[in-house]
């Protein structure tokens, strides 16, 4: 009996479950369920505003060490940044290279659709940010991405995203995107500031 116990955070929701069928939402505090094999419960984070990021990964780790500056030489290998250029470079719409990196910020608003209706909502939720991005980017030339056209991008970054998530049904509602940092690529950085 003791093992049906569980307790939910108060930013979390309990989904309960019943030989595999949603049984019930629990809200935080102390609950009981069947124990498996019968019953299973998912605590899905809620209420809280998680964070993709796409062209860097953050490193948590306390004792990483950071650089002196983050320069656009700088080939980001170490650090609390971590480059990931499979995600980072695209081709602009004056047909240069552009190294980008972007945040998506996103609420789940639907625990089963996040939690039961596809295998990894994040990665998936990634994955169409990242063509995304990718897509807007091809519309704009290099310059305007450095300088005078960031509010554009992000703004209309937000509006596809939230046009995507109304399609895919993952139970997510899109808060805001922003572009942390674009530049040319590290290879042609020299020959761009010459």
Known sequence: IGLGLYSVLP??????TLFGEVTELNSPG?????????????????GVASRLEVGFRTNWDPDAEEPDAYLWEFAHSDGRFIK???????????????????????????PVHYA??????????????????????????????LTSSRKAVQDE??????????????????????????????EVVPQYRA
């Not at 937000?158 to 997510?172: D, S, Y």
Request: aromatic fraction near 10%; glycine fraction near 6%; hydrophobic fraction near 40%.
């Open 11 to 16: 930013y979390q929701t309990g989904v309960e």
């Open 30 to 46: 102390l609950h009981f369920h069947l124990p498996q094999p019968f019953g299973n419960v998912l605590k899905v984070h809620t």
């Open 84 to 110: 990931n250029y499979d995600e980072s470079i695209s081709v602009t719409g004056d047909e240069n290279l552009v190294d980008g990196n972007f945040l998506c910020y996103y609420r789940i608003t639907d």
């Open 116 to 145: 039961l209706n596809c295998e990894n909502a994040r990665e998936l939720l990634r994955s169409q940010f990242c063509q995304e991005v990718h897509a807007v980017l091809g519309r704009y030339h290099l310059e305007a991405l």
């Open 157 to 186: 970054l937000t509006l596809n995203m939230k046009r995507a998530v109304e399609n895919l049904f993952l139970g997510v509602e899109i808060l805001t995107v922003y572009m942390q940092e674009a530049h040319p690529p590290i």
